[in-house]
């Protein structure tokens, strides 16, 4: 299995910036690509970024120019960098792993980490 942490969150003003960071773990060779979620007002994950093992990133259109996803060089790590942020980001955001193990899908997620953005 994989398990994922999350940490990094916390509260900011509005146009402030924060980092956080995914650290994976367990059987990493079964995941290929990565991501960032964060829940809307019914309480469904919403994609904000991802990356796959080959580096290939897809962002959400509300993100866009403001939030950047990377990944260490071992790729066990995966960061979300956010910039510009908006009241409207609020939002627990959750860490995701995907990926596949004897053609079964697998799916991974970690606890949350509570962003706030302040007026």
């Known amino acids: 299995q994989v398990q994922l942490v999350e940490s990094g969150g916390g509260s900011v003003q509005a146009g402030g910036s924060l980092t956080l960071s995914c650290a994976a773990s367990?059987?990493?060779?079964?995941?290929?690509?990565m991501g960032w979620y964060r829940q809307d007002p019914g309480n469904q994950h919403v994609l904000v970024a991802s990356?796959?093992?080959?580096?290939?990133?897809d962002y959400s259109e509300f993100v866009k120019g403001r939030f950047t996803i990377t990944r260490d060089n071992d790729k066990s790590t995966v960061f979300l960098h956010m910039t510009n942020l908006k009241p409207e980001d609020t939002s627990v955001y959750y860490c995701?792993?995907?990926?596949?193990?004897?053609?079964?899908?697998?799916?991974?997620w970690g606890q949350g980490t509570r962003v706030t953005v302040s007026s």
């Open positions: 367990g059987s990493l060779w079964s995941v290929n690509t």
């Open positions: 995701n792993a995907r990926g596949a193990v004897s053609q079964v899908p697998v799916n991974y």
């Open positions: 990356i796959t093992n080959d580096g290939i990133t």
